[in-house]
């Protein structure tokens, strides 16, 4: 793994003006993040995770501060968002859904074809892919949502929540495909998710934030060797200790904003 | 899976044969129901038309009214009047869902555009469009022309509500997917904005022609030479009460006919509802 930095959010300050009350969703967030990492965002939820997503993915402007995505100088969308369950475009079918970005793009039709083709099988979908969505379980939408995804081929892929709709058995699976073809493809990946297990499971680094203001507050290693296992998760006792850290930690923001509440 | 015996007790398999097999019945009952309520509804006029109950001058029994359908028929006369009307209603519902759903889009993708040209929308919508008849009449003459301008006067406002509504109503997060995967504005239009308003766009295309249908009537018995509702409207001046059914009771059939069709070619186009 290079150690070149791949995004770089310097100073990020975001705030949504109301005319009652206004709500620093962003206060200050400075990070780097490899190329070729996973990292995972974890925090209460409304502390700002999705907003940093969203304006990393062009999707919101900040209030101060920039960031920077580093190319490797070739035509490749800066990023992908792989999106909440509703993200699959329900009038499309599951092939057109895989070859949106490639198309947006306008891409050779070859081109389209073959990089839909092999992602589409290897996440499992050859067999649905003239189906629509509604004909789909929860697991298989989130399937196209991560093949749309690396399809594009980006620089950077974000990803919000994209298990967190799913039962515990679909998320395993998918959860191990998507490391799959992560490390097939060594994308930097950004990945959001109150699920501490799945944090543990998928990411080289945890960022630990705060709820509102939304701050960076921790940051913790995962160095356990890949692939990992729940069970190993589970049974080291190292990881077992950040488990709990993150635990106390979540915690300690809930009762924080609940006492600011009254 | 094959069928496995449990021992001593009944298969299941046939206990739930059996109630798919009651519920097939029950389905089929329903069915015909849906065709037994208009066909009693007919004997029922049948019989009271014949025994007196009703008045048969005003009241003439189906059977009498299908007599005269078929005699108008084979005179060549009826088959002008379903022509002309025809023609009519299909153009002016054309002449009013098309610009309907351009406006309609315009609008719903655009808030300026939707700002400026909504209120005059909402103030003459509630116009009947019949009631300015005699003024398009002035305008376009007593010829087609003018039934073609009513009826697409009045298709005109229900499809631009409904295509900005189904615009306006795509979920968000579609709009943030075209956006996060670099759509151009063509793109956008073609794969997220129409398609996506399309469901609702055809609720207010369906509206428009019931409301084709009715104002075809009404403006064909204003200066109007030839149609179904001339039909109607002259058989009435005369009395000839069982022509005047016999108009009466084609409009109807094709509102019917047409609802079927829209349905038809609605879910051809929405395979992913």
């Known amino acids: 793994m290079s150690k070149e930095i791949k995004i770089n959010i310097r100073n990020l300050t975001k705030a949504f003006y109301k005319k009652q009350a206004s709500v620093t969703a962003l206060d200050d967030i400075s990070l780097t993040i490899n190329d070729g990492e996973f990292v995972c965002l974890v925090g209460p939820s409304g502390c700002g995770k999705t907003t940093l997503l969203r304006i990393l993915a062009d999707l919101e402007t900040p209030s101060i501060g920039e960031f920077t995505i580093a190319t490797g100088g070739e035509d490749r969308p800066l990023q992908s968002m792989v999106f909440q369950e509703r993200g699959i475009i329900p009038w499309l079918t599951v092939r057109e859904n895989v070859a949106f970005g490639l198309k947006m793009r306008h891409l050779p039709k070859k081109v389209?074809?073959?990089?839909?083709?092999?992602?589409?099988?290897?996440?499992?979908?050859?067999?649905?892919?003239?189906?629509?969505?509604?004909?789909?379980?929860?697991?298989?939408?989130?399937?196209?949502?991560?093949?749309?995804?690396?399809?594009?081929?980006?620089?950077?892929?974000?990803?919000?929540?994209?298990?967190?709709?799913?039962?515990?058995?679909?998320?395993?699976?998918?959860?191990?495909?998507?490391?799959?073809?992560?490390?097939?493809?060594?994308?930097?990946?950004?990945?959001?998710?109150?699920?501490?297990?799945?944090?543990?499971?998928?990411?080289?680094?945890?960022?630990?934030?705060?709820?509102?203001?939304?701050?960076?507050?921790?940051?913790?290693?995962?160095?356990?060797?890949?692939?990992?296992?729940?069970?190993?998760?589970?049974?080291?006792?190292?990881?077992?200790?950040k488990f709990i850290r993150i635990w106390k930690h979540l915690q300690e923001e809930v009762q924080r904003s609940r006492l600011e509440d009254d | 899976m094959k069928k496995d015996k449990t021992v001593g007790r009944h298969d299941p398999f046939e206990i739930e044969q059996r109630e798919w097999k009651q519920r097939q019945t029950k389905e089929r009952l329903k069915q015909l129901l849906t065709i037994?309520?208009?066909?009693?509804?007919?004997?029922?006029?049948?019989?009271?038309?014949?025994t007196g109950i009703m008045d048969i001058r005003f009241f003439p029994p189906p059977t009498a009214i299908m007599g005269t359908f078929i005699e108008m028929l084979s005179s060549g006369e009826m088959a002008n009047h379903i022509g002309v009307s025809l023609y009519r209603i299909l153009l002016g519902f054309l002449l009013g869902v098309i610009p309907g759903i351009i406006v309609g889009l315009l609008m719903g993708l655009y808030s300026p555009i939707?700002?400026?040209?909504?209120?005059?929308?909402?103030?003459?919508?509630?116009?009947?469009?019949?009631?300015?008849?005699p003024i398009i009449i002035i305008l376009f003459g007593i010829g087609d022309l003018s039934k073609v301008i009513t009826i697409a006067g009045s298709v005109f406002f229900p499809v631009v509500i409904n295509t900005v509504a189904g615009v306006i109503n795509i979920d968000s997060i579609y709009l943030d997917v075209a956006k996060n995967y670099g759509a151009d504005r063509k793109s956008f239009f073609l794969k997220i904005a129409l398609p996506g308003a399309m469901p609702v766009m055809?609720?207010?295309?369906?509206?428009?022609q019931a409301i084709a249908l009715l104002t075809?009537?009404?403006?064909?018995?204003?200066?109007?030479?030839?149609?179904?509702?001339?039909?109607?409207?002259?058989?009435?001046?005369?009395?000839?009460?069982?022509?005047?059914?016999?108009?009466?009771?084609?409009?109807?059939?094709?509102?019917?006919?047409?609802?079927?069709?829209?349905?038809?070619?609605?879910?051809?186009i929405l395979p992913w509802r």
């Open chain 2, 216 to 268: 075809i009537v009404a403006a064909e018995m204003m200066g109007a030479t030839s149609g179904i509702g001339f039909l109607i409207w002259t058989s009435y001046k005369a009395f000839l009460l069982q022509e005047m059914y016999v108009g009466l009771i084609l409009i109807s059939f094709f509102g019917y006919l047409f609802s079927l069709l829209l349905r038809g070619i609605q879910k051809k």
């Open chain 2, 114 to 133: 939707r700002h400026f040209i909504s209120p005059i929308v909402m103030a003459l919508m509630p116009i009947p469009t019949l009631a300015l008849l």
């Open chain 1, 112 to 241: 389209v074809k073959e990089r839909t083709d092999y992602y589409l099988k290897k996440t499992g979908l050859e067999k649905f892919s003239s189906l629509y969505p509604k004909e789909l379980s929860g697991g298989m939408k989130q399937r196209v949502s991560i093949a749309r995804a690396f399809a594009n081929d980006p620089e950077i892929l974000l990803m919000d929540e994209p298990f967190a709709a799913l039962d515990e058995q679909n998320k395993f699976i998918l959860q191990e495909e998507l490391l799959s073809i992560w490390s097939e493809t060594g994308k930097t990946v950004l990945f959001i998710t109150h699920s501490i297990d799945e944090a543990l499971l998928l990411s080289d680094r945890i960022l630990l934030m705060s709820s509102q203001p939304g701050r960076i507050i921790d940051e913790i290693i995962v160095d356990m060797p890949r692939p990992r296992r729940m069970e190993d998760i589970r049974e080291d006792p190292i990881v077992a200790g």
């Open chain 2, 202 to 208: 055809l609720e207010g295309i369906q509206m428009g």
């Open chain 2, 36 to 50: 037994a309520s208009p066909l009693l509804l007919l004997l029922l006029w049948e019989f009271m038309s014949r």
